[in-house]
């Protein structure tokens, strides 16, 4: 695994890492290494939705389409931004969020054949707006996120998804027959230990595009085996542009509005945890501006996907992996990966090559990727006074409500729909109990400055401003 001392950044320095434009020789193997550990989790939410709702392979090829065009404009918004309006400027991924899934499902299911993604596509536009209304209060409660909450949240980000690579590495799809087979298991363990011998013996840049290699090698690895499919090559369409509402106008059902408006509250949340993971380990805080414009990117993504047929949009976590695992800290690194995805939308023939890489490859590699989010969350605590009592018990108690969502999937089953919605995720119910917490044993009551707001003014790495 790579090493994750922070270097911080010298105000000497001409620019900053997050500001620096590599040469195209690092430039495009760092953006495949993000389009690689990204693209499957962007086609998950079309390829379920689109099954769900009765969709043919052509339905299907179009929605997965759309979801890489939205992604690829909403990653270019965010790293290069418009002025102070939007864009965080990080070296962030947007794209379709599977948070939104289980609801949308729901809707679907609740909703006539014929109406169900249009009652899908109205709801999350709806939540789009509700996100461009409320995200400005965002920015404001960073005061709330110190370094602290940040650490929980960030670690809880790496530990609560660590079911996604397992699932990978045991074949993707769980209705397969061959899901957990050992020549499955075998291809991820392989796929693993070609990244940690890279990471062993190499230097620079070839250490730095470990995960990429690893990819490479495991779907070569693949290939006479028969592991590696090339059916979605053969059938993907070379030229498929989105046209707007294809699948039909958007119907507003309150309902659904509802559940997608809460499903945003949760988007929101991970992705400022994103944005605040970033800054750490980018060495550029995150402010409460910082936080706004990013969140407004969410918004419009969110607000305008449905029109080409995109779902509700928000960070991914295993690209935040990949930087802090790489140490590539460049956004046009990522706006390049924008970029690419733009075309890999409007040529769906060139995204069915990305998703050569069979389950089991990107399964090894994504232990890697989540295991070192968990890691920056850790680094981030032990600079958090945890010597103190009162902040032990508040990443005690935080660290589990965000793992009961993992250890025991049915803990919430009987409660509301709505708080099923915001519990079930780990991040967000984590987040929630530990901002909470910070409250109770810092600011009510007290006219103290908690012992973790001092030592992050004291820490030169701190990655959380206070606005």
Not at 124 to 149: N, Q, S, T, W
Request: contains cysteine.
């Amino acid at each position: 695994m790579a090493q994750q001392s922070q270097v911080p950044h010298h105000p000497s320095s001409p620019v900053h890492p997050v500001d620096e434009k590599p040469a195209a020789r690092r430039l495009v193997p760092a953006a495949l290494q993000h389009i690689a550990a990204m693209y499957a989790g962007v086609v998950t939410p079309p390829l379920i939705i689109g099954q769900a709702v009765g969709l043919d392979t052509a339905g299907r090829t179009r929605l997965i389409a759309a979801s890489l065009l939205i992604a690829g404009l909403a990653t270019l918004l965010q790293t290069l931004g418009i002025r102070k309006f939007a864009g965080n400027r990080l070296p962030f991924v947007n794209a379709a969020s599977s948070a939104g899934i289980t609801p949308m499902l729901a809707i679907a299911e609740t909703t006539a054949k014929g109406h169900q993604l249009p009652a899908i596509y109205g709801a999350v536009m709806v939540a789009g707006v509700f996100c461009l209304a409320i995200g400005p209060f965002f920015g404001r409660l960073l005061r709330f996120f110190p370094p602290l909450v940040t650490g929980v949240v960030i670690t809880l980000i790496g530990v609560t998804l660590m079911p996604v690579p397992v699932g990978w590495a045991q074949g993707g799809d769980k209705h397969a027959a061959d899901f957990g087979d050992m020549n499955n298991l075998a291809l991820a363990a392989f796929t693993l230990v070609v990244i940690l011998l890279i990471q062993r013996f190499t230097q620079g840049f070839v250490k730095q595009i470990a995960l990429l290699i690893g990819l490479v090698v495991g779907t070569l690895a693949a290939l006479p085996f028969g592991m590696a499919s090339f059916e979605g090559l053969r059938s993907a369409p070379i030229a498929a542009l989105p046209t707007p509402f294809s699948f039909g106008p958007p119907e507003f059902q309150p309902a659904a509005v509802l559940s997608l408006c809460i499903v945003m509250l949760v988007l929101m949340t991970e992705s400022s945890a994103g944005m605040l993971a970033l800054g750490e380990i980018c060495d550029r805080p995150t402010t409460g501006a910082t936080l706004t414009r990013g969140l407004r990117t969410d918004g419009i993504a969110t607000l305008l996907g449905p029109v080409f047929g995109g779902f509700p949009t928000s960070a991914f976590a295993q690209n935040v992996g990949v930087v802090s695992l790489t140490r590539v800290r460049s956004r046009y690194v990522v706006a390049l990966a924008g970029a690419a995805l733009l075309v890999l939308g409007a040529f769906p023939v060139l995204g069915a090559v990305v998703s050569l890489v069979p389950m089991p490859v990107l399964g090894g590699a994504g232990i890697v990727l989540f295991g070192s989010i968990a890691v920056s969350g850790i680094r981030t605590l032990s600079e958090a006074g945890l010597d103190d009592s009162s902040n032990i018990i508040l990443v005690a108690v935080s660290l589990g409500a965000g793992i009961i969502p993992l250890a025991a999937p049915t803990f919430y089953a009987d409660f509301p729909a709505w708080a099923q919605t915001v519990l079930g995720s780990g991040i967000s119910a984590g987040a929630l109990v530990a901002v909470a917490l910070n409250l109770f044993f810092h600011h009510l009551g007290t006219r103290s400055t908690p012992r973790a707001a001092v030592l992050s003014a004291a820490s030169p790495g701190s990655g959380t401003q206070i606005p």
